[in-house]
């Protein structure tokens, strides 16, 4: 297995974590991703992007980073690019740092979007700002998280969800149907080990994480 991180431009903290899932990890930054390597002690091996998000600072201190520039006028957004680029690299798995907020919701929404796909495809991914993940749901599968007591989270459809089942939940579920749009998988509470298995359906479990703590 090869894991890599992918920084993208969202919003991140320092959370010990998000410190051991990176451990370990090649790193592609993408755009403006790359403020978040100081942050984290990481040192990424390719820079990737249109760089029109990039001050002349970073650019000064990252001035030895091998890149790839494309130009804005493109297909792709530079977090597409740069996990793209991993894969070519040899990535196994992804863990997408800096995934949700950050100025462009529209890039947020697509990473939810692209992590399912990749999922479906055979590469595993965390979404993270280390204070919030995000774990694409497998059809078919029987998902085990190891979240505290107490911890928020929910699930977000992007397709009609069949014989949904949510065990370990202050509002646990048996095999129920869910119409795309329901807000009835929205902010449930764990209690005990939370387990979710999707029958059909493409979905994200979304968790607020209690207890991370910046350092």
């Not at 100081?38 to 600072?57: K, M, R």
């Not at 697509?110 to 590469?123: K, P």
């Not at 459809?157 to 009835?184: C, M, N, R, Y």
Request: proline content about 4%; glycine content about 10%; some cysteine.
């Amino acid at each position: 297995m090869s894991r890599f991180s992918i920084l993208l431009g969202g919003d991140v903290c320092r959370t010990p974590r998000l410190l051991a899932q990176i451990a370990g990890t090649r790193v592609v930054a993408a755009d403006s991703g790359i403020q978040h390597a100081a942050l984290l002690d990481l040192q990424p091996e390719l820079w990737v992007g249109d760089f029109d998000s990039v001050g002349e600072e970073l650019v000064e201190a990252f001035q030895h980073l091998p890149r790839e520039v494309y130009p804005s006028d493109k297909a792709e957004t530079d977090g597409e690019l740069a996990i793209a680029a991993a894969l070519e690299m040899g990535a196994t798995s992804l863990v997408l740092v800096g995934a949700f907020g950050g100025e462009r919701p529209d890039h947020a929404y697509l990473h939810l979007a692209q992590a399912v796909r990749y999922a479906e495809e055979g590469v595993p991914m965390l979404l993270s700002s280390g204070d919030r993940e995000g774990w694409p749901l497998l059809a078919g599968e029987r998902h085990v998280f190891d979240y505290e007591d107490g911890m928020v989270f929910s699930i977000l459809g992007f397709t009609d969800l069949s014989s949904l089942t949510v065990e370990g939940a202050k509002w646990p579920l048996d095999a129920v149907e869910v119409p795309f749009g329901s807000s009835l998988t929205i902010s449930n509470e764990i209690q005990g080990k939370l387990a979710v298995t999707l029958g059909q359906g493409r979905a994200m479990l979304f968790a607020e994480l209690l207890s991370a703590r910046e350092i």
